[in-house]
């Protein structure tokens, strides 16, 4: 009973207006059940081909954080997409990214978007960030089933914490385990080299621009040493999801924004290269 | 063995439509008005987190009149019934129709079920991308619906309140005079009272929330301290 909610009288049956709980996950795990990605009857070990999706980074900076995530999915040595986008308005003051299942990744944060609004209507009152945080490792936790048959899900929760008037940074395990992490952090296959990178580039006090664009060049430094995560395509124009969220909310930078500053990444690395071979450092 | 009274099913009908009938004429009115960009609702309410006017989905509202756990517990399953089907299909197939009539058959079956009927009267609003595709529903206690058009108003004196918009509104309405006319309407005095009787509710006391059709997907914004003293002091009270 999923598509049509009504009881055959027609009216709203008893689960719709039991009062008490806020959370759409607890109403469909009461009443619609086989709708939760981590319910569906246990499925006899095997392997599937199905499309993963990589690379996300989080930073933080001078009021905010910036998410930002490749654009590819990869099904074992084939591209499966390139321009799949993996990081998402979790709502108004936070983002989500994903790695791992695209296909469950992507239903778990839609599930997790309209979580956080269903409370926002029906308490008339945001969560906290902690308390957002939270409910994403919730339902994670109920995925653990699938990902021991190897359909991970792992995301990366950043936001704006209105209380604290700072942006921070959320890490989960698959058993749904919860991690603040500090100044900056990466998932996903190209998380290592994504993660010296942001090593190296992160300072303190960056502005948002700044951010953005370290966010860039760790994207590029873990598209350089991993075939699962996809660089700029600059043919195609398709650039990074990048995202930045403060005070005012979620704002995804736009694609001209975004077009500078792949062009001056690419600009410097190209200038880099050719001092090294006209240094002699180069062989070629 | 005592043999129950015979209560024949009109007189039946009749005292739990009085029953209902009485407790919602107790409640303030609340009145639902369309203008140029969307719907604006208004009711004299100083609670500020009891509310009578509320979001249910994307483009839909929902505002109540009558006794507050009985319409909150109605809004609530509104919320569960929207966002299950936007789930369960797509954010686009949750329309303002299918909740109206989940609503009536609630209310109905209530009604003729139950010992005693909900004291509610509902509107649930959808902004449409033009005037032209506004819906607005209202349903009464024992499951009736009405299709409205342009302007509702719910509760104790809805006869006369209607008759006093329906003298001073006129299609694609500025959202400030909407509201000027909807707060001097508020204040009509009580039926058989003088006119000089009529009140000024103050921005304070008052709920006032709008479905705005230029906003991207949420269309509900409630509207409150100096937005709304702002817009009320823009507004030209037009005079009936």
């Given at each position: 009973?999923?598509?049509?909610?009504?009881?055959?009288?027609?009216?709203?049956?008893?689960?719709?207006?039991?009062?008490?709980?806020?959370?759409?996950?607890?109403?469909?795990?009461?009443?619609?059940?086989?709708?939760?990605?981590?319910?569906?009857?246990?499925?006899?070990?095997?392997?599937?081909?199905?499309?993963?999706?990589?690379?996300?980074?989080?930073l933080t900076f001078d009021g905010g954080v910036v998410?930002?995530?490749?654009?590819?999915?990869?099904?074992?040595?084939?591209?499966?997409?390139?321009?799949?986008?993996?990081?998402?308005?979790?709502?108004?003051?936070?983002?989500?990214?994903?790695?791992?299942?695209?296909?469950?990744?992507?239903?778990?944060?839609?599930?997790?978007?309209?979580?956080?609004?269903?409370?926002?209507?029906?308490?008339?009152?945001?969560?906290?960030?902690?308390?957002?945080?939270?409910?994403?490792?919730?339902?994670?936790?109920?995925?653990?089933?699938?990902?021991?048959?190897?359909?991970?899900?792992?995301?990366?929760?950043?936001?704006y914490?209105?209380?604290r008037g700072a942006g921070r940074?959320?890490?989960?395990?698959?058993?749904?385990?919860?991690?603040?992490?500090?100044q900056?952090?990466?998932?996903?296959?190209?998380?290592?080299?994504?993660?010296?990178?942001?090593?190296?580039?992160w300072q303190p006090g960056l502005d948002a621009a700044a951010a953005v664009?370290v966010?860039?060049?760790?994207?590029?430094?873990?598209?350089?040493?991993?075939?699962?995560?996809?660089?700029?395509?600059?043919?195609?124009?398709?650039?990074?999801?990048?995202?930045t969220v403060t005070a005012a909310?979620?704002?995804?930078?736009?694609?001209?924004?975004?077009?500078?500053?792949?062009?001056?990444?690419?600009?410097?690395?190209?200038?880099?290269?050719?001092?090294?071979?006209?240094?002699?450092?180069?062989?070629? | 063995?005592?043999?129950?009274?015979?209560?024949?099913?009109?007189?039946?009908?009749?005292?739990?439509?009085?029953?209902?009938?009485?407790?919602?004429?107790?409640?303030?009115?609340?009145?639902?008005?369309?203008?140029?960009?969307?719907?604006?609702?208004?009711?004299?309410?100083?609670?500020?987190?009891?509310?009578?006017?509320?979001?249910?989905?994307?483009?839909?509202?929902?505002?109540?009149?009558?006794?507050?756990?009985?319409?909150?517990?109605?809004?609530?399953?509104?919320?569960?019934?929207?966002?299950?089907?936007?789930?369960?299909?797509?954010?686009?197939?949750?329309?303002?129709?299918?909740?109206?009539?989940?609503?009536?058959?609630?209310?109905?079956?209530?009604?003729?079920?139950?010992?005693?009927?909900?004291?509610?009267?509902?509107?649930?609003?959808?902004?449409?991308?033009?005037?032209?595709?506004?819906?607005?529903?209202?349903?009464?206690?024992?499951?009736?619906?009405?299709?409205?058009?342009?302007?509702?108003?719910?509760?104790?004196?809805?006869?006369?309140?209607?008759?006093?918009?329906?003298?001073?509104?006129?299609?694609?309405?500025?959202?400030?005079?909407?509201?000027?006319?909807?707060?001097?309407?508020?204040?009509?005095?009580?039926?058989?009272?003088?006119?000089?009787?009529?009140?000024?509710?103050?921005?304070?006391?008052?709920?006032?929330?709008?479905?705005?059709?230029?906003?991207?997907?949420?269309?509900?914004?409630?509207?409150?301290?100096?937005?709304?003293?702002?817009?009320?002091?823009?507004?030209?009270?037009?005079?009936?």
């Amino acid at each position: 009973m999923t598509t049509d909610p009504l009881s055959p009288s027609g009216r709203l049956p008893h689960a719709f207006t039991t009062p008490g709980s806020s959370s759409f996950v607890d109403f469909l795990a009461q009443h619609a059940p086989d709708l939760l990605p981590g319910r569906r009857p246990p499925l006899p070990v095997g392997e599937v081909p199905v499309p993963h999706a990589t690379t996300i980074v989080a930073l933080t900076f001078d009021g905010g954080v910036v998410m930002a995530g490749d654009r590819r999915a990869t099904m074992g040595s084939q591209i499966a997409s390139r321009d799949i986008e993996k990081v998402f308005p979790a709502d108004d003051y936070s983002a989500v990214g994903i790695a791992g299942t695209a296909g469950l990744a992507v239903e778990v944060v839609r599930l997790f978007q309209l979580e956080l609004e269903h409370y926002e209507k029906i308490e008339g009152t945001l969560l906290s960030l902690d308390g957002k945080a939270n409910r994403l490792s919730t339902m994670i936790r109920g995925n653990l089933g699938l990902a021991l048959q190897g359909l991970a899900v792992v995301p990366l929760f950043a936001g704006y914490d209105l209380d604290r008037g700072a942006g921070r940074i959320f890490s989960y395990d698959v058993t749904g385990g919860r991690y603040e992490e500090h100044q900056h952090h990466s998932v996903g296959s190209g998380s290592v080299f994504a993660r010296g990178s942001l090593k190296k580039l992160w300072q303190p006090g960056l502005d948002a621009a700044a951010a953005v664009r370290v966010a860039v060049e760790a994207l590029v430094d873990a598209a350089d040493d991993d075939s699962a995560t996809g660089g700029p395509d600059r043919s195609r124009k398709i650039w990074p999801v990048v995202a930045t969220v403060t005070a005012a909310g979620y704002l995804r930078v736009g694609q001209e924004a975004l077009g500078e500053v792949v062009a001056q990444v690419a600009a410097d690395r190209d200038a880099q290269h050719a001092r090294a071979r006209r240094d002699g450092e180069d062989p070629r | 063995m005592s043999m129950p009274f015979y209560v024949s099913p009109e007189q039946l009908m009749k005292d739990r439509a009085d029953y209902a009938r009485k407790g919602i004429a107790r409640g303030r009115s609340v009145v639902v008005l369309a203008y140029d960009d969307g719907i604006a609702f208004a009711t004299e309410n100083p609670s500020r987190a009891l509310h009578k006017v509320s979001e249910i989905y994307d483009r839909i509202a929902f505002a109540a009149v009558g006794k507050y756990n009985e319409f909150e517990n109605l809004r609530v399953a509104g919320v569960r019934y929207a966002d299950l089907r936007g789930f369960s299909y797509d954010r686009r197939d949750v329309n303002a129709r299918g909740l109206a009539n989940a609503y009536a058959q609630t209310l109905g079956t209530v009604f003729t079920t139950e010992s005693k009927p909900l004291e509610v009267e509902l509107v649930v609003a959808e902004v449409g991308d033009d005037p032209a595709t506004d819906q607005i529903y209202r349903l009464s206690y024992d499951g009736s619906v009405a299709d409205e058009r342009d302007f509702v108003v719910l509760g104790g004196q809805s006869d006369r309140l209607r008759e006093e918009i329906a003298g001073a509104w006129t299609p694609g309405m500025p959202l400030a005079d909407v509201l000027a006319l909807a707060v001097r309407v508020l204040g009509t005095p009580a039926d058989g009272a003088e006119e000089d009787d009529r009140r000024v509710i103050p921005a304070a006391q008052l709920e006032v929330a709008v479905l705005d059709r230029t906003r991207p997907r949420r269309a509900f914004r409630r509207l409150s301290g100096v937005v709304l003293e702002d817009l009320l002091a823009a507004g030209t009270p037009t005079e009936p």
